[in-house]
């Protein structure tokens, strides 16, 4: 099977965030995270900007498809920052500690951060 390739930074498409790109032609192409698709939009406006004083105001929207489940998310996330973490301390931590205000290791913190609503799907508090 082909896997796709994130259009900015050539990795494994893990999520799907689609962009609209205006160089070297109209289309929308994908990206693997929030922060390529960040990128890449940031760039495309500047683009987009140049040509046209009119569009001045106008922004590239992403376009956010997830492909893997939220459980999936947060492994593929302790995996690619090599946290030793398994989904059930995240899920605990954030529900025993960080909800109630308690300290959380700062490894802990990113993962809060960047999963939150990832563990709120989890643990049902969305
Ligand atoms: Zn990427």
Redesign the pocket.
């Known amino acids: 099977m082909k896997t796709e390739k ?1 259009y ?2 050539n ?1 494994e498409l893990v999520g799907e965030y689609q962009v609209m790109i205006y160089e070297p032609n109209l289309e929308f192409v994908k ?3 929030m922060d ?1 698709a960040e990128e890449l939009k940031k760039r495309n406006e500047e683009i987009l900007y140049d040509r046209a004083e009119t569009v001045r105001r106008q922004s590239i929207q992403i376009l956010k498809k997830e492909l893997l489940t939220p459980r999936e998310i947060i492994e593929r996330f302790i995996k690619k920052n090599r946290y030793t973490y398994k989904v059930e301390d995240i899920l605990n931590s954030y529900q025993d500690k960080f909800l109630k205000g308690y300290y959380v290791s700062f490894t802990m913190e990113i993962c809060i951060e960047n999963l939150e609503n990832e563990i709120r799907e989890l643990l049902k508090l969305t």
């Open positions: 994130c900015n930074c990795e990206c693997c995270c390529c």
